[in-house]
């Protein structure tokens, strides 16, 4: 029968069927074969995107918790953590081992951990160096571990007494901080000093870049002056004066050297061989070596303060937060107490209450012993600063307060009035005149100054790290 290519049971036909069948069957299984693949490579790139997904979240957790330190530092201070930090029982934020937990958006499980480490605390380093170590968590095996670095300096506002004016009278007592001033001293026999500034290093006394007198006077210049505590006719003999108390370590602008006068390096003496007094780099260096500051710009950069105390910049700052913690007043009367227990009070009486006279006897929860040190039972770490604009102050009638108190007008402002009335006032106080015609004691401590406000500081963020990369 001869080959017929329309039938297919033509004897001569091709029997390739079996081979069509193979070839289905293989290409099936390609296809089978590259879809698993597939399925593989999109499964594991899911996961892949779901860990990294996972562990940019961690990291964003870490960060979060970086920021809360830094808040932490800013609105609640050093003190708790330089007295206790690593292992402080009270406070999270103290403690390595039981670190502060806090949970975001309410997720479970994200959430990140925090806690700051001391390196170089405030006040015997400036600036004060911290750590703060944060873990993020984002679920599963998702954890990063990150630490930043932290400065934290104070802003250049004196710490202690420091006034354009200052006048003694009646029996003031200042005592374990000096006076500062960029105007005259008057009755300074009046003026009772002790011991060492805790805040400077150097003997409490006046420091002041116009003059030094026991006169009765008034006015931020007195050239006139019948009464100084210097005297420039006598040689080297008339810039050495101890009559008054510890006005052998006066400075004023009729000063001058110091050298074989019986007050030069008397410090050591007086209040033992301690180390600023041998420390070629520090202001207390075989102290007194002259009585004589040239101007104020002398005095300034001594102490490194500057006057007026706050920027533009840092009176706004200080000003929200008072906003924000309901502690703005626009009149002298009617305020009430603050409760934070890092309360800023700001007085903004230029405009609507002019020359008010905010009486601090009136403050409440604010009152502690003085002479604390950062271990006594009294020492309160809590902290408050007031800053009275346009208006004056009166502390007197037996009121005991701790504070950072500004009056930061100039005249006709900015007057503290007749400290009197056995009042105790522990902390910094920056006027343009400071009455102290009366029975005042303004105290400093160590409790003060290991918990200064954290609005008087200046935080910055440095060395940032990611532990487990």
């Not at 703060?132 to 007494?161: E, K, L």
């Not at 001033?181 to 006046?206: H, L, M, Q, W």
């Amino acid at each position: 029968m001869p080959y017929d290519p329309v039938d297919p049971t033509s004897p001569e036909a091709p029997r390739d069927e079996g081979f069509a069948l193979l070839t289905v069957i293989i290409l099936t299984a390609f296809l089978a074969v590259a879809s698993l693949s597939m399925a593989f490579i999109t499964i594991t790139n899911l996961g892949s995107a779901r860990t990294a997904q996972q562990a940019g979240a961690a990291v964003n957790a870490a960060d979060a918790g970086l920021a809360q330190g830094v808040t932490y530092l800013r609105s609640s201070g050093l003190g708790t953590i330089n007295k206790c930090s690593p292992t402080c029982t009270n406070e999270p934020y103290g403690n390595s081992s039981n670190p502060k937990k806090i949970t975001i958006n309410g997720k479970s499980s994200q959430f990140y951990t925090v806690w700051i480490e001391k390196i170089a605390p405030y006040p015997a380093n400036k600036p004060g160096i911290y750590r703060i170590h944060s873990t993020g968590s984002a679920g599963g095996p998702a954890s990063r571990a990150v630490t930043m670095d932290v400065s934290v300096t104070p802003f250049q506002v004196p710490i202690g007494i420091m006034a354009d004016t200052v006048t003694g009278g009646g029996n003031a007592g200042v005592h374990h901080q000096s006076i500062l001033s960029t105007g005259c001293i008057y009755k300074r026999s009046k003026i009772e000093f002790e011991g060492i500034d805790k805040a400077y290093g150097v003997p409490a006394a006046v420091y002041s870049s116009q003059v030094i007198n026991d006169d009765a006077g008034s006015g931020q210049f007195c050239p006139n002056t019948n009464r100084p505590l210097h005297e420039t006719t006598s040689g080297n003999a008339g810039f050495c004066n101890s009559s008054y108390s510890q006005s052998k370590y006066d400075m004023d602008l009729n000063g001058g050297s110091l050298a074989g006068t019986p007050c030069y390096n008397s410090a050591r003496a007086q209040f033992g061989n301690l180390p600023q007094f041998n420390d070629p780099t520090h202001i207390a260096y075989n102290f007194p070596q002259t009585s004589k500051l040239a101007d104020d710009n002398a005095l300034l950069s001594m102490f490194n303060v500057r006057q007026p105390p706050f920027t533009q910049s840092q009176l706004d700052q200080l000003r929200t937060i008072a906003i924000s913690q309901d502690n703005y007043w626009t009149s002298a009367s009617g305020w009430s107490s603050p409760e934070e227990s890092s309360a800023v009070m700001y007085f903004d009486l230029a405009a609507s209450n002019p020359g008010g006279v905010v009486d601090l006897k009136d403050l409440t929860g604010w009152s502690r012993p003085v002479n604390q040190s950062t271990t006594d039972a009294g020492c309160d770490t809590r902290s408050l600063v007031i800053i009275i604009e346009g208006g004056n102050a009166r502390l007197n009638g037996n009121q005991n307060m701790f504070a950072s108190l500004y009056l930061v007008s100039g005249s006709p402002y900015g007057k503290v009035l007749k400290a009197n009335g056995t009042a105790f006032f522990t902390g910094s106080l920056y006027a343009h005149e400071l009455d102290l015609t009366g029975t005042a004691d303004l105290y400093m401590d160590d409790c003060f100054l290991a918990n200064q406000s954290p609005s008087l500081f200046d935080v910055q963020t440095f060395n940032y790290r990611e532990l487990d990369r």
